[in-house]
């Protein structure tokens, strides 16, 4: 059972170990609004989150529409609550989300049947902002691992929820990613003094460091320089830095 995790007040995280890896989401509470910032990967996962929300009116965030990070929405006991996320996280709900859950659904028969999609209600393009009362998350679009990535940021607590934008030992980059784009936003946010605290959904939390880390390891990916990985690299991570090698760019 996931239990929640108190990391500040009025910050809960989510902290789930799947088979492969481990995956975190985030409840922030204000006076008025709630904001569930990614349901992870099953509705279990979400049964001991609604009684943190204490009645506040419920926002639900998707980080964007990768399987662990928006199956578990009905777990919520979910009605008609707004699901902010960006355009293209509400394309992927017609595209490439229920394939994902059918090819699941059928090597793993009986574990996900629970399962099911809700779309986003409410999108954005580039930037949206979330008044919660006493404080705000905004989102901001920060594609490159998928289209529809996006970060969210509490500027009252210097706090950068990173999706997967940001990860440690380095993130997932698909061949066509847009790596400029990408490098660009997380040069912004890496020089950003107001970011104290940066929590990716895979991997350590850290401070801006962590940025720093990342964008060096995509600047060599870009830059097709050679890269010497971590050692002690699991399977997983060996295998996403096999891939990330073969990275060839938007027109490639
Ligand atoms: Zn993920």
Redo the contacts with the bound molecule.
């Keep these: 059972m996931l239990n929640p995790k108190m990391f500040r007040p009025s910050l809960w995280l989510t902290e789930l170990e799947l088979p492969e890896f481990a995956?975190r989401g985030a409840v922030i509470i204000g006076q008025h609004r709630a904001v569930v910032w990614d349901t992870l990967s099953h509705p279990r996962d979400m049964a001991l989150v609604r009684p943190l929300l204490d009645n506040k009116e419920l926002i639900i965030v998707y980080s964007h529409a990768?399987w662990?990070?928006v199956w578990g929405t009905v777990g919520l006991d979910y009605g008609e609550e707004p699901i902010v996320a960006q355009a293209e996280c509400l394309a992927r709900f017609s595209t490439d989300a229920p394939v994902t859950l059918q090819k699941k659904q059928t090597t793993e028969p009986g574990v996900w049947d629970e399962v099911v999609l809700v779309t986003p209600t409410l999108t954005f393009q580039a930037e949206y902002a979330l008044d919660l009362g006493g404080v705000t998350l905004t989102l901001q679009h920060l594609p490159g691992h998928t289209e529809d990535c996006i970060v969210g940021f509490i500027p009252e607590w210097g706090i950068l929820l990173a999706g997967?934008t940001i990860e440690t030992p380095f993130p997932i980059i698909p061949r066509d990613s847009p790596l400029d784009q990408w490098i660009m936003a997380l040069q912004k946010w890496a020089q950003d003094e107001r970011v104290q605290t940066v929590i990716p959904?895979?991997g350590p939390i850290a401070d801006r460091t962590l940025i720093e880390r990342n964008l060096a390891y995509l600047q060599a990916i870009r830059d097709h320089q050679a890269i010497q990985p971590p050692t002690n690299l699991d399977d997983f991570y060996q295998e996403t830095h096999d891939g990330n090698l073969q990275w060839r760019g938007p027109e490639g």
Excluded: E, G, L, S
């Design positions: 995956v990768d662990d990070h997967d959904a895979h």
